[in-house]
């Protein structure tokens, strides 16, 4: 027997970061939109934890205890006092490193298919709770939708969304760290005095009312200055994509997976093709969101 369950990718349209915490996280205001990239992750009976993944940019992925999906396995089985002995295996489609929460989406599934295997009966309340000890953007990883994400973007409120949006996102030819990019931005913004937080009522309002439009002009991502900072080549992808018509282009999370808001199914082609001969970038890929989130298949 064995359970698989799928999980969407996200990306932010709205990240805003402020300043260093003494725990060294940052408190955000973080709008977090699913959407239809996903990975498969399967829980099956084995003799002792065990991960395997498969996909583009498996090879990236770290495949002992450190990995997301194995610490997702280890807390409910010590919450349960059972022994982890399970096989995951992670089908992986989500960018790996990407700042998509790719590695997010795969502690999410990997709890749900643990606790339907093992028949735990997990509460959605304790299952969100192990979520937001895995990392802060698991518990989204985990409802899907769209949500606001304060704290350190692990406390969710979930948001109305009025329409389907149309996106391409282009992969780039290699990863960034979240930790270096938020390292990043505490070094830039040395200083400035970075304010507080605050979700932004244009990008809720457009979210609500599904309009494209109004979302292009209020996305915002305070992290892009500094993926950019680290990976300079990452500006050429973003005006590749304006160039083609996309109504916004921003970096995802911390990036380094470009996204661009389409403002409808056919034009998202479009980008995507004029993004895939522009040599500025790896794989591209169209989808939309809002997607829920993790469910078993
Ligand atoms: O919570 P998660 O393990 O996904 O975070 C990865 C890293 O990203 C953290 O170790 C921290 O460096 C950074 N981070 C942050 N503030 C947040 C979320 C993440 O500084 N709110």
Partial sequence: MSVTVRVPAKVNVQLAVGPARPDGFHDLANVFLAVGLYDEVTASPAETLRITCAGPGADQVPLDRTNLA???A???AERYGLAPDVHVHIDKDIPVAGGMAGGSADGAAALVACDALWGTGASRAELLDICAELGSDVPFSLVGGAALGTGRGERLTELKVGG??????AMAERGLSTPAVFREFDRL????????????QAVLDAL????PGALAVAVSNDLQPAALSLFPELADTLAAG???GALAAIVSGSGPTT?????????AVVVAGVLR???TCGAVRVTEGPAVGAVVV
Wanted: overall charge negative; charged content about 15%; cysteine-free.
């Fill in 70 to 72: 194995a610490r997702a």
């Fill in 74 to 76: 280890v807390a409910l």
């Fill in 164 to 169: 389907t949006f149309h996106w391409v996102f």
């Fill in 189 to 200: 913004g040395e200083g400035a005095g970075i304010p507080d937080p605050v979700a932004s």
């Fill in 208 to 211: 609500a009312s599904g309009d």
């Fill in 277 to 279: 001969a522009s040599g």
């Fill in 259 to 267: 996204a661009f808001l389409a403002g409808d199914a056919d034009a």
């Fill in 242 to 244: 304006r160039a083609a």
